[in-house]
């Protein structure tokens, strides 16, 4: 299954959708890798990301402009600059909410990109879907890697729920 972007924008209005996987992401002078949990609704996302044998959980709320880590017990910190406070908790910059359209295998709506044979570039960042995989009645990435000159992330979907 090949990555086509045009028969993929039926997902702009899925209001639900879930996956579960791997990611990977490399930094100039950092990297880590994690299992991941995504929830995505109108009102919300939740990410989970855990290391080995669920180690070092930590969940990531974003609703509206407002996120919230928690890292488990009493270590719950908010903030309503939302992309600048993730991205120092990582230690290296991800755009977290164009990531919510790029994992579905679509260009933000708000900002111009340009199609590759792979995928796309947009705001700076190179999409590539390597592998999709079926789901429901249609075709969803299964492995890609967004990156940049700066920052490496590659995410493997092993499961997909669309609602």
Do not use: C
Not at 59 to 72: A, C, F, K, M, P
């Amino acid at each position: 299954m090949r990555y086509s972007r045009v028969a993929m924008g039926h997902l702009y209005d899925v209001e639900h959708w879930s996956f579960d996987g791997r990611l990977a992401l490399t930094g100039q002078a950092d990297s880590w890798s994690a299992s991941i949990s995504w929830e995505h609704s109108p009102e919300a996302e939740k990410i989970k990301l855990s290391g080995p044998l669920g180690q070092g959980a930590v969940v990531i709320s974003l609703t509206g402009n407002r996120v919230t880590i928690d890292r488990g017990g009493d270590d719950v910190q908010t903030s309503t600059q939302p992309e600048e406070f993730i991205n120092q908790q990582l230690g290296m910059f991800v755009p977290v909410q164009s990531l919510r359209y790029w994992v579905v295998g679509l260009p933000e709506p708000s900002s111009a990109y340009k199609d590759t044979d792979a995928g796309f570039n947009q705001d700076g960042w190179l999409n590539e879907y390597k592998q999709m995989q079926a789901v429901n009645d249609g075709v969803m990435p299964q492995k890609m890697t967004v990156m940049n000159d700066r920052v490496k992330l590659k995410l493997v979907i092993d499961h997909w729920a669309l609602q």
